[in-house]
């Protein structure tokens, strides 16, 4: 081709072919020119009824071509309205063919062959039209036609990138172009230039952008017109392919709805260069097929690209502060800092800052308000961590860090204003609900929250939009605001007032653009206001469409889910329908008749109408307070039906009767919620129920301690939320009938806490008269005490499992929680107990009233007896509850307030002596008033020091034996001083004051010295650190759990400490470790990190603590109890023999719930995870592993592995490539496989039981390591003779999983390196594998290699640093000299998480945050750093100056790296590099770095060849579960199906993918071929999470139909035998039966309702013999144990039960999951049943329809979750939760146990021919041969 120089900068195609003359070019059907009055220009309009019959071509000879050569690719053209367009863009290849791109808004989705892309298109709409408010809450639903305000629209396409990425191809040039109609068109062009249409030539001269940056303005004649005063983004729509926003679809174009980012400056690097990096696949389209032949091929640029320059330099030059970051008064960085909408204008700039007041909404989002002491003032902002000020040095003498020093973490509390205000998420996932002024989002699985937080006073109303993205919140009091959030994000979007006070009830719409709230105005009268807040996701303004007054009560308010305009209320005495109308909100009544008199308490609509019915043919359900229920018509304003709910006659004693509907007094009902298949009822008796539609019959109930105030059905309706007056909120499992607690909390004030240390239990007071007792770690109440006296006061003992408690009569009792009984009762004190404490060595307690009487007992017997009462010497009064007495830390001193206000008294804690008093009132002679003291306590490092806090908002220091002031500390806070207490090291002081929570430094030492922290809506009773000085409780309103982020005491040694270790003497000391302890025997060695929550070390623990650790697996709680459906069961009082008081064992946890608190418990005692993904973590197991089965001899082996189908992109470092000698190897589970690379054939290398973690060979090949272990066990190393494929020898040293392998140079040593759990180094010696030496390191260590010139050297990197490690060997033993350097104080605190060797004499680290840092061996010191990436590298490869680095970002880079010469300065340079499909875990490369391969987090192996630009994918799996494997009848094809929404299709003799199929955001849990799975009418069905059937083609890789029987997940589908239906079953227990032709569902099965689906099987079968008519029979199998078998004609649609099989079982453990029901007929005759699951016996039963009974039986060794029969030999294959793959021959009952799984299996499926076999656990698939047994 010749020079395309003249091309440049761009080529206007309509003026080249000059379009006009129709010479060059050729238009058809319905084309014509016009002068467009919006571009001033004449344009082309293209227009016609077919879009292919009317169109322009550019050339007009199709032998022809444009040769532009430009990869950028620009029409400039409209849409028209109502109507469909087409383009289509015919571009060469550099491999000579010619690839056809077509995009429009005809395509549904996106499709792909190898010579055809096609793109769907959604148009763009104007600013704030109705059409762009639905496409952001919708993007899918505008595929189609384009809007009415559609306009005109620069389109962008980088060619070159698309045919890269879709089709590995390089882009050549363009060849031609077809504009189908409709649309109206003004020109188009070609450019290597990245033209942004909306800047023009001025600005774009001021920002420096220019061609030679790859970037600019658009030329003059391609722009277009912007009125003066205007902008062009208001007026146009700007749309790039692909998207530089990561939130569009990646497969389709449409307009990019994120701002503007500010644009780079001419010091950045190019646009050209960072579009690749943006351009990510998107998850944001719910329902989107993505299909390719083959799987996408990254993007290779070429060869020749430009450089990316970095100059390396000098430690000394390195600055700690970033040039680009701004000084700001709060230290945070620009770029992470995103401030709300709503500021604060009137704050005051100040020169210094004396503090900040910190908001932390929840772990990942924090929400950090820093501002002045008054907590009016604040400004909000954003932050995606805590962050630190630039420079260490100057900010650590300025404030108080780390900044913020406490993260609220966790509340235990529901209500506050309202308990009627609960939502779920759409997901079913989450539920919302308020907790005075907070609001929380709480997972319902792992009870992780998320908070929302901006209200200043409780939240009296919660309304989610349709789809639950959008939140509005409104809050109590006179100043009634109302927040609307971002739900997902957790921002505040925008705030307004929207009534005078009293706010209380919101609703959305369901597209969010309306919202409605009710309260009332200045005169106490209701007003109904209705605002427009289409535009607030924008950051737009809420504006008032319109707002009424009315005398009617309203108690609820809803607006319809299908119109907008329409809304509904009910209150006292009405009900009205409400409509806005040209502005103006109007409404009608019910005719209610004669029960125009009721109290009216929620309204509803019907759920599950058609989306075809008419508008007005709805109907309303309402409840009221007297127990009627009403169906209203809705179009006739009329009551259709009145039912009322009656309490049932109480027959006996202990059996309560179902509620009717006759005539009597009612059961006020107070919430109602309706699904398609149910009603749900919460009344005043503490009943949730669940109806019939018609409300003929209770389908379940559920009963609770307080009336419920609010239901909620799910959106799925599988669940249904409900809570209670009384603060309880928890959901019914409708298909398992289990009842699960979500929040238990006190209904009135926390008055006092204490924690108990070892067991992590919390105990409160509460003024509602209860006493709970809490699981810190998963907020379930253990315990409830109810007394009829109120308690003030609790203190747990320090070392017991007993807690006191003081009540407001002034007696004070003991109880022992792990018998529930009262251990003593005393009543010495006459007034309300105000203090109550132990001492810190558990000998005596203390207790306080407000009558000034002291009381000390001897807490070491069991009756604590009373040893002495002192009267009126405690300051009387309440106000110093519930900590008015103080212990010093030995336990020697007392102090309290008293006998006076003024004084301070110090007494012998052992005889009550007074030592010493202080009058506070003199010590400030200044002072205009006296001044008294409020709260004492002692400084934990000596009983020297006491602090004490006064009226005058002072804290004072004062020595115990002089009382002598030391200093002292002026205005705490601006109310007075509630709480008070100190750390255990003495470095932070906490104090309480109002609402608000101070953090101080100790010692006074910073400018700042101080932290303030909101939330609480009420004065904060208590606050106090945990005894582990981990977190923070404050109490008040609710309990507030806060991380405490503090770094701990610095270590006592520096870092150029040696030490060694050998077999023989073991390591002395850890030189780095941190001696400084707690003083509960719990070391911190690091801080904990923000983003993952606080465990503890229990290895380090001392034997007392350790004892209390065999409390940690016992729960006082009982399992859950199923919900019954006539009524409660009886349930045992263990309440203790005393008349007042009242012990209630909480047995409302769901066993999953139950599982979790012992889970996390246990974990808080585990060594931490370092936060790099480099560092290996098990695949979380949901399987046992049992070590008693006894696997067969390989010769007589039933089944044989033939093939493993993936790779574990879980593990590090577990791929090895040699070749030299041609190895290849890699993990799947814990199997080895040894591939050989040209034939495809695997040799399998087994014998390990667990996943695989890292691999390693040796330099001559010949011997290769493995190993794999778990979190509670040793790792197993298996040594393995490649050659003989065999095991050498197995050794095993460390107690975690190991980290990494490796050989030295010479193969004489073996390193083995230990996780997180285990920081170990092993050496060991090759020729025996006999442990040479070992070495506990200071951290976490990730990587590990031997030098490649000296085999005495090596080196590894971890959490503290790099590691410079020198071996010396003498005799048979060696030792280990290791050098410890931290990471360059350059690069911040980061994890080293890579390195290599470089030229022998220099090592390359890097981090985790993209640094490459390059050290001298000699000299030990880092003397270059660069940032080569942004994300975290984990792969780091070395081949002479050549350097390979791989990340999280799926970025792999090859770097030209100059030799390095001394330490002058030196450049590298980015060769090449690549994007592949996940994050890199492994690589091995050839000694020139010219070809290698590659292992990616996605399961995927990559054959890389940097010579000639190509790339292979090797290996592929899937990265989740796999749910299901079937072959094709012909056996050609086996095909399995994800949690991940793919379908993959793959080769049954090569084991390659040949296609796969994609659905995002949905898992496909079944599916099935059809019955003539060969040519042309191949064809698969998938089931997905979302209740819906695809059919996929395999001849046109096509999605061929899309079926919706279900509403929920789809469990089981199969084809009939004839392949005319197609049944399917659902979570629900609903089987439908679809045509395969037209999708229509025939016919619905409801026998098995409620009862999850576990299999379906269809034979031919003819039925006379069993005496129907039909010629075939279907089977499905429910988790209730219940198998139905029909006959069916599906030509005649006949379709009859045949046989009903219940198979009995014991009652179950609620601790256990039950396995599934499983059934299928018996291949060799089909009136044979099999079925096994849940029963008396773990067995197979063989069940004959002829005979009508079990005719055999087989016994198991484990519950079946899977199996399969096959054709062949009467062979079954059982799979186990044990791992256990199970193959019984079904004549004998021979059988055999095969274990290489890793995991528990959850499928396993013979071939037709029953000659292959497929199991299946987690991701790992095995194909197995069947010689047969």
């Known amino acids: 081709m010749a020079s395309a120089g003249w091309q440049h900068p761009y080529v206007n195609i309509f003026k080249h072919v000059k379009v006009e003359e129709w010479r060059k070019s050729a238009k058809a059907g319905d084309v014509s020119s016009y002068m467009d009055k919006t571009l001033k220009c004449p344009v082309f309009r293209i227009k016609g009824p077919v879009p292919t019959n009317s169109y322009i071509l550019v050339p007009k000879n199709t032998e ?96 070159r990138f698309t045919l890269s990425v879709y089709l590995n191809r390089r882009y050549s040039h363009l060849k031609s172009i077809r504009l189908c109609a409709n649309m109206v068109v003004k020109n188009m062009f070609t450019s290597d230039l990245l033209l942004d249409p909306g800047v023009s030539f001025r600005e774009a001269k001021q920002r420096g952008l220019s061609s030679s940056q790859g970037t600019g303005p658009i030329p003059r004649e391609m722009s277009f017109p912007v009125p003066k005063g205007s902008s062009w983004e208001d007026l146009y729509d700007h749309i790039k392919f692909p998207s530089e926003g990561t939130k569009l679809p990646f497969d389709s174009i449409q307009k990019d709805d994120l701002k503007p980012k500010a644009r780079s400056s001419s010091n950045e690097r190019s646009p050209v260069t960072d579009e690749c990096h943006f351009a990510k696949i998107s998850r944001s389209v719910q329902d989107r097929v993505s299909l390719s032949q083959q799987i996408t091929i990254p993007k290779l640029p070429p060869r020749n690209q430009t450089a990316v320059v970095s100059s390396m330099l000098k430690l000394s030059m390195l600055s700690s502060q970033p040039k680009d970051w701004p000084c700001l008064d709060d230290g945070l960085r620009p770029d992470s800092t995103h401030f709300s909408s709503q500021r604060v204008s009137s704050r005051p700039r100040r020169g210094t800052d004396d503090g900040g007041i910190h908001l932390y909404v929840h772990p990942e989002d924090a929400l950090s308000v820093h501002g002045e002491e008054s907590e009016d003032e604040v400004v909000c902002t954003t932050e995606s961590h805590p962050v630190s000020l630039p420079s260490f040095k100057e900010s650590k003498q300025q404030k108080l860090l780390p900044d913020p020093i406490l993260r609220l973490s966790r509340i235990i509390g529901f209500g506050g204003a309202t308990t009627r205000h609960v939502l779920w998420t759409k997901a079913g996932d989450a539920a919302v609900y308020p907790c005075h002024a907070i609001i929380v989002s709480m997972k319902i699985l792992s009870n992780e929250q998320r908070f929302f937080i901006g209200h200043t006073d409780k939240i009296s109303a919660l309304t989610f939009n349709g789809n639950t993205t959008l939140l509005a919140s409104a809050q109590s009091g006179n100043n009634s605001m109302v927040r609307v959030w971002n739900y997902n994000q957790g921002t505040c979007l925008t705030m307004f007032r929207g009534h005078a006070h009293s706010l209380c009830c919101l609703s959305f719409s369901y597209g969010g653009g309306i919202l409605c709230g009710v309260g009332k105005d200045g005169h106490n009268k209701t007003m109904v206001v209705v605002w427009n807040t289409m535009n607030v996701s924008k950051g737009g303004d809420v504006t008032i469409i319109t707002k009424a007054h009315t005398d009617v009560d309203i108690t609820t308010m809803k607006v319809a889910f299908f119109d907008d305009t329409r809304m509904v209320s009910c209150g006292r005495e009405n009900i009205r329908l409400w409509r806005v109308r040209n502005g103006t909100l109007r409404s009608c009544p019910v005719n209610l008749g004669e029960y125009h008199s009721l109290d009216f308490t929620d309204v509803t609509f019907e759920e599950g109408i058609s989306s075809d019915q008419h508008i007005d043919d709805r109907t309303l359900f309402a409840c009221t307070r007297s127990g009627h229920i009403f169906e209203i018509d809705y ?51 503490g009943f949730l129920r669940l109806w019939t539609l018609d409300f003929s019959a209770v389908i379940l109930e559920a009963e609770h301690e307080g009336a419920v105030s609010k239901v909620m059905v799910s959106f799925d309706g599988l669940q249904v939320l409900a809570a209670t007056s009384t603060g309880n909120l928890g959901f019914l499992d409708v298909s398992s009938r289990g009842y699960n607690t979500l929040m238990r909390s006190h209904a009135d004030t926390v008055l006092g806490f204490s924690v108990d240390g070892i067991r992590r239990h919390l105990t409160t007071a509460s003024a509602d008269g209860t006493i709970r007792v809490w699981n810190m770690d998963s907020l379930h109440q253990l315990y409830d005490f109810v007394s009829e006296d109120n308690p003030c006061s609790v203190a747990f003992h320090p070392h017991e499992q007993t807690f006191s408690c003081g009540f407001s009569s002034g007696t004070v009792r003991v109880f022992d929680i792990s018998s529930a009984k009262l251990l003593a009762e005393h009543k010495q004190h006459r007034g309300e107990v105000i203090g109550l404490t132990f001492s810190s060595d558990g000998e005596f307690m203390f207790s306080a009233d407000s009558e000034g009487s002291l009381a000390l007992y001897t807490a070491s017997e069991e009756d604590h007896s009373v040893t002495r009462v002192a009267c009126n010497v405690v300051a009387r009064g309440t106000e110093r509850a519930p900590d008015a007495l103080a212990v010093s830390s030995d336990s020697s001193r007392l102090a309290f307030v008293g006998p006076s206000s003024y004084i301070v008294t110090i007494a012998d804690a052992r005889s009550l002596d007074e030592l010493l008093h202080v009058d506070v009132s003199i010590l400030d002679v200044e002072s205009p008033q006296l001044d008294s003291a409020l709260k004492v306590c002692f400084s934990p490092a000596s009983a020297e020091l006491l602090l004490i806090t006064t009226s005058a908002h002072k804290i004072l220091w004062l020595s115990t034996k002089t009382g002598r002031l030391l200093r002292q500390v002026s205005k705490v806070h601006q109310h007075p001083c509630s709480s008070l207490a100190v750390s255990e090291d003495s470095r932070f002081l906490l104090t309480s004051g109002h609402n608000a929570v101070k953090v101080w430094d100790y010692n006074m030492t910073h400018h700042v010295n101080s932290q303030m922290f909101i939330g609480h809506s009420e004065p904060i009773r208590q606050v106090r650190f945990t005894p582990d000085q981990l977190g923070v409780v404050s109490v008040g309103d609710a309990i507030f759990l806060w991380d405490f982020l503090a770094d701990p005491v610095e270590c006592l040694t520096d870092s150029s400490s040696q030490f060694k270790a050998s077999p023989s003497s073991p390591l002395a000391a850890d030189t780095e470790v941190n001696r400084a302890q707690l003083s509960n025997g719990m070391p911190r060695q690091t801080a904990p990190l923000p983003s993952s929550q606080h465990q503890l070390d229990a290895s380090a623990m001392d034997p007392v603590i350790q004892g209390g650790l065999g409390f940690l697996s016992v729960c006082e709680d009982d399992p859950a109890k199923p919900v019954q459906t006539t009524g409660p069961s009886q349930s045992s009082d263990s309440r203790p023999a005393v008349s007042f008081l009242k012990v209630t064992n909480l047995d409302s946890f769901s066993p999953l719930n139950a599982h979790h608190m012992d889970t996390m418990e246990l974990s808080q005692n585990k060594p931490v995870r370092p936060d790099c993904y480099k560092h290996y973590i098990p695949h979380l197991k949901t399987s046992s592993l049992d070590q008693s089965i006894a696997a067969p001899q390989p010769q007589d082996e039933g089944i044989k592995l033939k093939a493993v189908i993936g790779y574990n992109g879980n593990g590090r470092g577990n791929m090895v490539w040699s070749p030299d000698q041609g190895l290849f190897a890699y993990s799947c589970g814990c199997v080895v496989v040894v591939e050989h690379l040209h034939t495809g054939t695997q040799r399998h290398l087994q014998g390990h039981s667990k996943e695989i973690s890292c691999l390693a060979i040796s330099n001559d090949a010949q011997t290769m390591a493995s190993a794999a272990g778990g979190p509670n066990s040793r790792s197993l190393i298996y040594i393995w003779d490649v050659q003989a494929g065999t095991c050498r020898s197995t050794v095993s040293y460390h107690k975690g999983a190991v980290q990494s392998l490796a050989f030295s140079r010479d193969d004489l040593f073996f390193l083995s390196v230990g996780d997180f759990s285990d920081s170990g180094l092993a050496l060991w010696r090759t020729e025996n594998f006999q442990l040479l ?141 690549i994007m592949l499909d996940g994050t890199m875990v492994s690589a091995a490369f050839d000694t020139s770095m010219d070809m290698g391969i590659v292992g990616t987090t996605a399961g995927t192996l990559w054959y890389i060849n940097w010579s000639d630009n190509s790339s292979i994918r090797l290996v592929s799996g899937h990265r989740s579960k796999v749910n299901d494997v079937v072959f094709s009848s012909d056996e050609h094809h086996f095909a399995t199906c994800s949690e991940d929404g793919s379908v993959r299709v793959w080769s049954t003799s090569s084991y390659e993918l040949v296609v796969q199929f994609q659905v995002i955001n949905q898992a496909c849990g079944c599916l099935c071929w059809s019955p003539s799975s060969s040519g042309d009418s191949s064809s698969i069905a998938a089931g997905y999470g979302d209740g819906t059937l695809r059919i996929f083609r395999l001849a046109s890789t096509d999605m061929e139909m899309k079926l919706h029987p279900h509403y929920v997940a789809v469990t089981a589908v199969t084809y009939s035998a004839s392949g005319h239906v197609i049944l399917s079953a659902g979570k629900n227990g609903l089987v439908a039966v679809s045509s395969s032709i037209s999708g229509a569902t025939i016919r619905v099965i409801r026998d098995h309702k409620g009862a999850t689906i576990n299999s379906v099987q269809c034979v031919n079968e003819q039925c006379k013999k069993f005496g129907l008519e039909g010629n075939e029979m279907f089977l499905a199998a429910g988790a209730d144990r219940r198998v139905s078998v029909w006959a069916t004609d599906w030509s005649k649609e006949k379709c009859d039960l045949l046989d009903w099989l219940s198979f009995p079982a014991p009652s179950n453990s609620a601790d256990d999951s039950l396995p599934p029901s499983l059934a299928a007929f018996y291949p060799a005759d089909h009136s044979l049943l099999v079925y096994t699951g849940y029963g008396v016996e773990k067995e197979l039963s063989f069940y004959s329809l002829a005979k009508k009974q079990i005719i055999k039986k087989i016994s198991l060794t484990h519950w079946a979750t899977c199996i399969s029969l096959s054709s062949k030999s009467r062979l079954l294959a059982v799979g186990s939760r044990e791992r256990v793959l199970k193959l019984i021959k079904s004549t004998s009952g021979k059988f055999q146990d095969f274990l290489q799984h890793s995991d528990s299996l959850q499928t396993c499926r013979f071939s037709p021919s029953g000659m292959l076999l497929f199991s299946a656990a987690y991701n790992e698939v095995l194909l197995w041969e069947v010689p047969g047994l």
């Open 64 to 159: 022809h071509s444009l040769g532009l050569t430009g990869h950028y690719f620009y029409l400039l053209f409209r849409p028209t309205p109502g109507k469909y367009f087409m383009v289509h863009l015919d571009v060469a290849v550099e491999e000579g063919q010619v690839v056809r791109i077509s995009f429009s808004n005809m395509f549904k989705e996106f499709r792909s062959t190898a010579t055809w892309l096609q793109f769907p298109f959604l148009c763009g709409a104007a600013k704030d039209s109705v059409y762009e408010n639905t496409s952001r809450s919708a993007r899918h639903g505008l595929v189609g036609p384009a809007p009415t305000s559609v306009r005109w629209t620069c389109l962008m396409m980088d060619l």
């Open 1333 to 1473: 030496s070992t070495v506990n390191m200071s951290g976490p260590i990730h990587e590990a290699a031997f030098s490649p010139s000296a085999a005495s050297q090596m080196a590894c990197v971890g959490s503290h640093g790099v590691y410079f490690c020198l071996i010396h060997t003498h005799a048979s033993n060696a030792d280990i000299k290791v050098q410890r350097v931290s990471a360059p104080s350059e690069v911040g605190d980061v994890e080293l998480t890579a390195l290599c060797y470089h030229m022998d004499s220099f090592l390359l680290t890097s981090s985790n945050q993209g640094h490459v840092c390059a050290w001298d061996i000699s000299k030990q010191s880092c003397f270059m750093i660069w940032k080569a990436d942004d994300g975290e590298i984990g792969v780091l490869l070395c081949r002479g100056n050549r350097l390979l680095t791989g990340s999280n970002t799926h970025w792999l880079r090859l770097w030209e790296v100059e030799a390095v010469q001394g330490l002058s300065e030196t450049k590298v340079v980015v060769e090449q590099e």
């Open 635 to 685: 179009s006739r304003v009329a009551v259709k039906n009145v039912r009322r709910l009656l309490p049932g006659p109480q027959q006996h004693a202990d059996r309560r009767e179902k509620p009717t509907f006759n005539t009597g007094p009612g059961v006020a009902i107070n919430s109602i919620s309706v699904s398609p298949s149910f009603c749900a009822t919460g009344s005043e008796d």
